[in-house]
């Protein structure tokens, strides 16, 4: 077992990570902390289809969102020395749970391992499958309905420590996504078949089996946002376009103009489940649960009826639960827009189950209940709930409809599909949403 050489990193910037020097605000930081404030929230992460909640609850490190705040101490980490091994046996050696380190196996007889060392600057956030103590956020497959495995699911694409996001501990909290999480040894290991490559600096970075893929929407998210362009980013943050398959061997190319810091509404993929990231600005922009619930109140107060058995119609509050349709719950005809209430007739059997006709204006399509739209950080902007997602459903203001229906997300090894953010229903349909028509009371 022979070092061959060592070579210190100099500036750690170079891999992805910033080193920054901020004596004063650390201690007006500390001062801050001894008075009992509030920690500095960095931000937080919304796994998209739950609407709100997982299905059975959300639970420790098991939940649908995850704000991510200043540690009492920072955990965060930075390059240090590169090792060039003519054994990967080393490897154990280095390796141990006080020292993070990166390995590349090369071949057989050499390997490349980045040490890593303390960062007082920076603290980090593992996300992955696995239920091992190092991971802050545990993430499953998600199904369309909102649907996640329950416990390591043996098919899952999702990596076990699948990415990390370092958050800068002080002003502006700059958040940067790097692919790869550290295991129970402290170690990334890419093994032989892993894409890996020595930059043009003579280091070394990779890219993950299945990738960590991150699109930023153009013009912020807000009521003027559009989608971006989905890249992957490596183990060292750097950024790239899209490999042929979701885990070829041939990375794609370095996309110099563009960095791995996230903004608010950064989608972040990790083959098998969406994140969006919000910052707290963006946050203060959304609506909040209680407005949420006004504009349900004033949907109701409305009166609409069902323009064929004149019911009143109401939507249900959320915390009755969302799997059976209230006998008041208002359905809607997907392709045209008309409410009604629940009805039998107008089935087209030859078409499927669900295809029903439409009794004011003959379209023939899906007929679901309308489901509110719960997790608020997922609306562009708060707006009433005057727009569908078809075919399931789910209701939000327009411009928060018409982004997401213009989004495509990730979906298997090379295919993007849009789909409702708060179930993860694919979208179908010219626009892949509709415009709801209420009928008021006739008194």
Same mark, same amino acid.
């Given at each position: 077992?022979?070092?061959?050489?060592?070579?210190?990193?100099?500036?750690?910037?170079?891999?992805?990570?910033?080193?920054?020097?901020?004596?004063?605000?650390?201690?007006?930081?500390?001062?801050?902390?001894?008075?009992?404030?509030?920690?500095?929230?960095?931000?937080?992460?919304?796994?998209?289809?739950?609407?709100?909640?997982?299905?059975?609850?959300?639970?420790?490190?098991?939940?649908?969102?995850?704000?991510?705040?200043?540690?009492?101490?920072?955990?965060?980490?930075?390059?240090?020395?590169?090792?060039?091994?003519?054994?990967?046996?080393?490897?154990?050696?280095?390796?141990?749970?006080?020292?993070?380190?990166?390995?590349?196996?090369?071949?057989?007889?050499?390997?490349?391992?980045?040490?890593?060392?303390?960062?007082?600057?920076?603290? *980090?956030?593992?996300?992955?499958?696995?239920?091992?103590? *190092?991971?802050?956020?545990?993430?499953?497959?998600?199904?369309?309905?909102?649907?996640?495995?329950?416990?390591?699911?043996?098919?899952?694409?999702?990596?076990?420590?699948?990415?990390?996001?370092?958050?800068?501990?002080?002003?502006?909290?700059?958040?940067?996504?790097?692919?790869?999480?550290?295991?129970?040894?402290?170690?990334?290991?890419?093994?032989?078949?892993?894409?890996?490559?020595?930059?043009?600096?003579?280091? *070394?970075?990779?890219?993950?089996?299945?990738?960590?893929?991150?699109?930023?929407?153009?013009?912020?998210?807000?009521?003027?946002?559009?989608?971006?362009?989905?890249?992957?980013?490596?183990?060292?943050?750097?950024?790239?376009?899209?490999?042929?398959?979701?885990?070829?061997?041939?990375?794609?190319?370095?996309?110099?103009?563009?960095?791995?810091?996230?903004?608010?509404?950064?989608?972040?993929?990790?083959?098998?489940?969406?994140?969006?990231?919000?910052?707290?600005?963006?946050?203060?922009?959304?609506?909040?649960?209680?407005?949420?619930?006004?504009?349900?109140?004033?949907?109701?107060?409305?009166?609409?009826?069902?323009?064929?058995?004149?019911?009143?119609?109401?939507?249900?509050?959320?915390?009755?639960?969302?799997?059976?349709?209230?006998?008041?719950?208002?359905?809607?005809?997907?392709?045209?827009?008309?409410?009604?209430?629940?009805?039998?007739?107008?089935?087209?059997?030859?078409?499927?189950?669900?295809?029903?006709?439409?009794?004011?204006?003959?379209?023939?399509?899906?007929?679901?209940?309308?489901?509110?739209?719960?997790?608020?950080?997922?609306?562009?902007?708060?707006?009433?709930?005057?727009?569908?997602?078809?075919?399931?459903?789910?209701?939000?203001?327009?411009?928060?409809?018409?982004?997401?229906?213009?989004?495509?997300?990730?979906?298997?090894?090379?295919?993007?599909?849009?789909?409702?953010?708060?179930?993860?229903?694919?979208?179908?349909?010219?626009?892949?949403?509709?415009?709801?028509?209420?009928?008021?009371?006739?008194?």
């Amino acid at each position: 077992m022979v070092l061959e050489g060592s070579t210190d990193v100099g500036t750690p910037g170079s891999l992805g990570l910033r080193q920054t020097s901020t004596k004063t605000p650390r201690i007006l930081s500390s001062f801050s902390l001894l008075l009992g404030k509030e920690p500095v929230k960095y931000g937080e992460l919304i796994v998209l289809g739950y609407n709100g909640s997982l299905a059975s609850g959300d639970k420790g490190r098991r939940r649908s969102r995850l704000a991510l705040s200043r540690r009492p101490q920072a955990n965060g980490v930075k390059p240090d020395v590169v090792h060039h091994i003519s054994t990967p046996l080393v490897s154990k050696a280095l390796s141990n749970r006080g020292q993070h380190s990166i390995s590349y196996t090369l071949s057989r007889s050499h390997s490349v391992i980045v040490e890593y060392t303390h960062d007082n600057d920076t603290d *980090m956030f593992q996300i992955g499958r696995s239920t091992e103590n *190092m991971i802050d956020f545990v993430v499953t497959d998600t199904a369309p309905g909102g649907v996640a495995g329950e416990g390591p699911a043996a098919q899952s694409t999702i990596s076990r420590y699948a990415c990390r996001v370092i958050c800068e501990r002080w002003p502006p909290y700059t958040a940067r996504i790097y692919a790869a999480g550290f295991d129970a040894s402290s170690n990334i290991f890419l093994g032989e078949r892993a894409a890996k490559w020595r930059t043009p600096d003579g280091l *070394m970075d990779g890219l993950t089996t299945n990738g960590v893929l991150v699109m930023h929407p153009a013009g912020g998210f807000s009521e003027g946002s559009l989608p971006g362009v989905w890249r992957e980013i490596s183990v060292c943050g750097n950024v790239y376009t899209l490999r042929d398959s979701r885990s070829a061997q041939q990375r794609g190319k370095l996309v110099e103009n563009e960095s791995n810091v996230l903004r608010d509404g950064s989608l972040i993929d990790l083959c098998g489940a969406t994140l969006l990231w919000r910052t707290p600005a963006g946050l203060l922009r959304a609506p909040t649960l209680k407005q949420l619930e006004a504009q349900r109140q004033e949907a109701n107060a409305a009166r609409p009826q069902c323009p064929v058995g004149l019911s009143t119609l109401a939507f249900p509050s959320p915390a009755r639960g969302r799997d059976v349709p209230d006998k008041q719950q208002p359905w809607v005809y997907v392709r045209c827009g008309h409410v009604h209430g629940y009805h039998s007739w107008g089935c087209r059997r030859e078409r499927g189950p669900q295809e029903r006709e439409c009794p004011l204006c003959r379209l023939v399509g899906p007929y679901v209940p309308l489901w509110l739209g719960q997790e608020a950080g997922l609306c562009l902007d708060p707006g009433p709930p005057s727009h569908a997602f078809a075919p399931c459903g789910h209701v939000c203001s327009e411009k928060t409809a018409r982004y997401w229906a213009q989004t495509p997300l990730p979906h298997g090894t090379h295919a993007f599909h849009a789909a409702c953010p708060f179930c993860g229903a694919w979208l179908t349909g010219e626009n892949g949403c509709v415009r709801l028509i209420f009928q008021g009371p006739l008194d």
